[in-house]
């Protein structure tokens, strides 16, 4: 089983020169060129490529003596069930015309070729089915016999056209029987899928009545709104109290002067009054200023809600009253 027994096949296989005559028949210049070139491959390493060329001059030219070269480049490629499949082919076909030595020496390869590879009984539920191993069609189903592997890790695949195909890895030995189901499903392969259906017409649309909806409701455009009759109130009332507390104020004062040139008044009557005209002066002061901000407010009502509806009616009244000064209203 090593490279250099191929050099004694080599010069067999060579007597397929024009004019041998063999049982398979006459070869081909096609078979001999592949064949050639299958030797110069296989002396320069390249052993793949020297297999095509070794099967491609066996199909043009079918001799048992390149099955020789096979099985040695199968060996070469650790392609054990190959190699086991060509030396088997080798000395079946050969018959009596193979030498005693080299049947003695096939049949020792062949012995220990059966330590390395396992036989798969593979059960598929389709029939004209293609089985491959490691991607490489070895049988059609249904298989009268178990599927020979090399031992190692293997994928075993079946596949038919128009269905989708399944695999299963398995890991083998050499010597294993093992039985594995593959079961292909009635389904159409992703690229033989057929085109769908054209889609139905669409409907004609449905015309529906709109619903006439009420008008928008007119704008309405009032006076001045709430809040500026409001503003205003509260200016007329802050106004009034500002007039009323100036004038007591005023009334202070006189009788603070009064007191002040009238003789017999005591320092603390002085200081009272005093103190009387000062807090009149100061409480009208604040009213005046407060009035002055409202009157602004009511004049910026005037110009900015003049034309809105208010959408709330609001009430209020001004308490004007002796030490009280506010405005009630409920909204």
Avoid at 30 to 47: C, I, K, P, W, Y
Avoid at 227 to 242: D, K, M, N, P, Q
Avoid at 255 to 276: I, L
Wanted: hydrophobic share 40%; net charge neutral; glycine share 10%.
């Amino acid at each position: 089983m090593k490279r250099t027994r191929l050099a004694f096949c080599l010069a067999a296989a060579f007597a397929l020169a024009p004019g041998a005559a063999h049982a398979q028949g006459a070869p081909t210049d096609q078979a001999r060129a592949h064949f050639t070139r299958g030797v110069d491959l296989f002396r320069e390493g390249d052993f793949r490529a020297a297999m095509i060329e070794f099967q491609r001059a066996y199909d043009a030219a079918p001799n048992y003596k390149v099955l020789y070269n096979l099985g040695q480049t199968s060996l070469e490629l650790q392609d054990y069930a190959g190699a086991l499949k060509a030396f088997s082919g080798y000395l079946e076909q050969g018959g009596k015309d193979v030498p005693a030595a080299r049947r003695a020496q096939v049949e020792t390869d062949l012995h220990k070729l059966e330590s390395r590879v396992a036989r798969v009984q593979v059960t598929v539920n389709v029939e004209g089915a293609d089985v491959l191993v490691d991607d490489v069609p070895v049988a059609k189903t249904p298989l009268r016999e178990p599927v020979v592997v090399s031992e190692g890790r293997r994928k075993i695949t079946v596949a038919k056209a128009g269905l989708a195909p399944v695999s299963r890895v398995i890991d083998v030995a050499g010597g294993d029987r093992p039985t594995i189901s593959l079961e292909v499903a009635e389904t159409k392969a992703p690229n033989n899928e057929p085109a769908p259906p054209p889609a139905p017409p669409p409907a004609a649309p449905v015309q529906n009545t709109p619903i006439a909806e009420p008008p928008p409701p007119a704008p309405v455009h009032g006076g001045p709104s709430t809040g500026f009759w409001i503003g205003l109130s509260t200016t007329a009332a802050l106004g009034v109290a500002t007039g009323v507390l100036g004038g007591l104020a005023l009334s202070a004062k006189s009788d603070f002067d009064a007191k002040v040139s009238q003789p017999g008044v005591t320092t603390q009557q002085v200081d009272d009054a005093r103190n009387k005209t000062r807090n009149f002066a100061l409480a009208t002061d604040i009213t005046g200023g407060v009035t002055i901000a409202m009157a602004i407010t009511t004049v910026v009502l005037a110009f900015t809600t003049g034309g809105k509806k208010e959408s709330s009616h609001a009430h209020a009244h001004a308490i004007v009253g002796p030490g009280t000064l506010g405005i009630a209203g409920c909204f």
